[in-house]
């Protein structure tokens, strides 16, 4: 089945710099890779997603790369802000099995 | 706005009992999954489902069944709770294939075992 690994696992910058957060899926068929915010004690939020047939997508000052020959994609966030700490999470999913299958995710800390 | 609930947050149970979860979405969703969160893990699925009385086995599916009665409802049933199962569990639904995928969360039960 589908393995999405995900890096670093902690990641800590200053206000101000970009956090860049990447993961890498095994299943070729895999074709739509959301990212989810998790902050502490709350749900899980979907921030950004992109599909197989796009390699950026951009929303503010977040974007996602998909390199689909190296299957990997990337979360990039820019003049991250205090706000912006919480655990974030890479998913991928086929058409096949539309359930997603998540990376370990990561822990941002952005420090004022 | 989806909304997704869940029956408990917080559940304190003991060894061998049978526990039930209960997820119920307002969006006429086609599609409910249920996860378990745990430290350093992510979120594993156990159980999902694409319409009512289907359901098809996630990636750790042992120690836990479901039941689809209804299309808003989705359960999440231990047979038999061991400590192992002390975790958070995520219940999702998302829209049917076509439409978009994201898939909408719930507040979670935080299940411990004793």
């Known amino acids: 089945g589908e393995n999405v690994e995900q890096h670093p696992s902690t990641l800590s910058v200053q206000e101000g710099d970009s956090a860049v957060i990447k993961c890498t899926y095994s299943d070729s068929a895999s074709n739509y890779f959301p990212w989810y915010k998790q902050e502490l004690g709350k749900r899980p939020q979907l921030i950004i997603d992109?599909?197989?047939?796009?390699g950026e997508k951009k929303d503010q000052r977040i974007a996602v790369t998909l390199n689909k020959t190296a299957k990997h994609f990337s979360l990039h966030i820019t003049e991250t802000q205090p706000e912006d700490s919480a655990v974030y999470f890479c998913?991928?999913?086929?058409?096949?099995?539309?359930?997603?299958?998540f990376g370990s995710g990561t822990r941002l800390q952005v420090q004022p | 706005d989806v909304k997704v609930t869940q029956s408990s947050r917080y559940l304190v149970k003991r060894t061998g009992e049978k526990v039930f979860l209960e997820c119920v979405q307002d969006m006429d969703h086609e599609n409910m999954f249920w996860y378990r969160q745990d430290p350093g893990l992510g979120l594993r699925l156990i159980y999902f489902?694409?319409?009512?009385?289907?359901?098809e086995k996630g990636d750790i599916p042992e120690g836990y069944s479901v039941s689809r009665e209804k299309k808003e409802r989705f359960s999440l049933i231990l047979e038999s709770a061991s400590t192992n199962q002390t975790s958070m569990y995520l219940c999702?639904?998302?829209?049917?294939?076509?439409?978009?995928?994201?898939?909408?969360f719930g507040p979670g039960t935080r299940l411990t075992v004793l």
């Open positions: 999702a639904s998302s829209p049917p294939m076509g439409l978009r995928d994201t898939q909408y």
């Open positions: 489902s694409y319409d009512v009385k289907m359901k």
């Open positions: 992109i599909r197989s047939n796009v």
């Open positions: 998913a991928a999913s086929t058409a096949r099995r539309r359930a997603l299958t």
